[in-house]
């Protein structure tokens, strides 16, 4: 059965601090893994990696996967308190369905 | 502005009424999706739609119907049969273009009484 594993549950850090959240996955067909933020709402959209050791990176926030070893991380350096939310993973099976699957999400709290 | 939209933001219904939960979207996607998410739990998939008159039960369809009539629109109506309907229904799109990228609507939060 497919899935996604997110680690940890839960942080809470200070404003400064870096932080490494980490997806494992077991997938059949993978084709690309995602990142969203969720802020009490809709998840937005981060990042989206399909190839192995490309750095994806966005200001602060950056990612790379690892399709040897099936895993991901999401770094958040300099943090801030506008960067506690769920960071959610997911990962396309390029199946017959094509379904996003999705971890549980990891709780960022940033305190000031 | 392009988007997706999710009406309403809140909703309240009683034990046996059927209601029906709203998602537009004008971005020009073929894809729509309807999620659940509840405390503790990853998204879980209801439905989904490829295309225009066409859609397929995700992990969790048991008590709930969709319809895709328009490419814009994508109703979820959660029906009397579904024993746990409280919850927070995200909608979501993609284009053919990029379509592992799905794009969320700001979702509706169903509380039965």
């Known amino acids: 059965e497919d899935k996604v594993v997110q680690s940890p549950l839960s942080l809470v850090v200070h404003e400064g601090d870096t932080v490494t959240l980490n997806c494992s996955y077991e997938v059949t067909n993978f084709r690309s893994l995602l990142w969203y933020k969720q802020e009490k709402k809709a998840p937005t959209f981060l990042f989206m990696l399909?190839?192995s050791g490309i750095e994806k990176k966005s200001g602060r926030l950056s990612s790379i996967l690892d399709k040897k070893e099936l895993f991901s991380i999401l770094n958040i350096t300099a943090t801030q308190t506008g960067d506690s939310a769920i960071y959610l993973c997911a990962v396309l099976n390029a199946g017959n369905n094509r379904k996003l699957i999705w971890g549980l999400g990891t709780s960022l709290a940033v305190n000031p | 502005d392009g988007g997706i939209t999710q009406s309403p933001k809140y909703l309240f219904r009683k034990e046996g009424q059927n209601v029906t939960l709203s998602c537009e979207q004008n971005l020009n996607h073929d894809a729509m999706y309807w999620y659940r998410q509840d405390p503790g739990q990853g998204l879980r998939l209801i439905y989904y739609s490829q295309i225009v008159n066409d859609f397929q039960k995700g992990d969790i369809a048991e008590g709930y119907s969709v319809s895709r009539e328009k490419k814009e629109s994508f109703p979820l109506t959660v029906t009397s049969a579904q024993k746990n309907p409280t919850a927070f229904y995200l909608c979501?799109?993609?284009?053919?273009?990029?379509?592992?990228?799905?794009?969320f609507g700001p979702g509706t939060r169903l509380t039965v009484l």
């Open positions: 399909t190839s």
């Open positions: 979501a799109s993609s284009s053919p273009l990029v379509p592992d990228t799905q794009y």
